[in-house]
């Protein structure tokens, strides 16, 4: 697989394959080179998106309820906020 480190897409199609192993590594790469900061930080917003998303079409999500499920609204490991 290649990862293009200025697309938030590649960097999420990345992180997901591997998401324990792969995290730790886009934390340490943004600290690392700040040129990726902004993507690996948008990458990170789409993934909670796609994760919210995920919750809000789950059954027994109740609309309007504003309770997620606790594996929906977690963070990805070690990934950046």
Request: proline share 11%.
């Amino acid at each position: 697989m290649q990862i293009n480190m200025r697309d938030p897409e590649s960097i999420a199609a990345w992180y997901e394959v591997f998401p324990a192993r792969h995290g730790p590594q886009l934390a340490a790469l943004r600290a690392l080179r700040p040129a990726f900061a902004l993507a690996i930080d948008a990458a990170g917003q789409l993934l909670r998106a796609r994760r919210l998303t995920a919750a809000v079409g789950q059954p027994g999500a109740r609309r309007g309820s504003g309770k997620l499920s606790n594996a929906a609204a977690a963070e990805p490991p070690s990934f950046p906020p």
